[in-house]
């Protein structure tokens, strides 16, 4: 079963206001990565917050973990309409990348 | 941007082709990746590399091979392509940090 899920699953929200995303995972982490993927392109790093960390900021982000409850979110803060792009929890527990989901943010003008 | 780079971007082929998709990074990277993702789902792990002459296979099993002979060159092929090898394989890379490198993926389709 997929380490990371995310939800919700598509957000479709007004430019100027904020996208929450969250993720939940299984396993004990030693981080956990955000990444974006434009339609058909590459993902792209965001954010990475590390398991003895709760909070980070990076710009108009803003990533939560909270590793008694592994779950971890996403804040966007003042969406524009170039947000709109797929976003990916991935944990990193030895190495490799375990990829959630997906979340489809989709944000009008 | 990263320097990172897939060939072709986009392969529409027959069944039972051979095919090879290419994948470079000029960063000097010693950790390679391979994945699968279907539209609109998570990426799949399928193949990585921690250096030269080392491969290795990812969570998800897959019909396809990969090697590494240099640093900055990971090939994946597929010996005989089916309609369920249609997907996009994105490859990826790093060094000693966490943060992984995309290209900017191939979309496969077998007829």
């Known amino acids: 079963s997929q380490q990371g899920e995310e939800d919700p699953q598509a957000l479709s929200i007004q430019e100027g206001e904020n996208a929450t995303m969250n993720c939940s995972y299984k396993?004990?982490?030693?981080?956990l990565q955000w990444y974006r993927q434009n339609s058909g392109r590459g993902l792209v790093h965001l954010i990475l917050i590390r398991s003895n960390e709760r909070e980070k900021h990076s710009g108009r982000l803003r990533v939560t973990l909270d590793t008694s409850k592994k779950s971890s979110s996403l804040l966007i803060t003042a969406s524009r309409a170039a947000d709109t792009a797929s976003y990916f929890c991935?944990?990193?527990?030895?190495?490799?990348?375990?990829f959630g989901q997906g979340t489809e943010l989709s944000v009008k003008p | 941007e990263a320097d990172i780079y897939q060939t072709p971007r986009y392969l529409v082929i027959g069944t039972g082709k051979k095919i090879t998709l290419e994948c470079s990074q000029t960063?000097?990277?010693?950790?390679m990746y391979w994945y699968q993702q279907d539209p609109g789902m998570e990426l799949h792990l399928i193949h990585y590399s921690y250096g030269v002459n080392s491969t290795e296979k990812g969570d998800l099993s897959s019909e396809s091979t990969v090697s590494r002979i240099r640093t900055e060159h990971f090939p994946l092929t597929l010996e005989s392509a089916r309609p369920s090898h249609t997907s996009q394989y994105l490859c990826?890379?790093?060094?000693?940090?966490?943060?992984?490198?995309f290209g900017p993926g191939t979309r496969l389709t077998v007829l």
């Open positions: 990826a890379s790093n060094d000693n940090t966490d943060t992984q490198y």
């Open positions: 960063m000097g990277h010693d950790k």
């Open positions: 991935a944990t990193d527990a030895g190495g490799k990348l375990i």
């Open positions: 396993t004990s982490i030693n981080n």
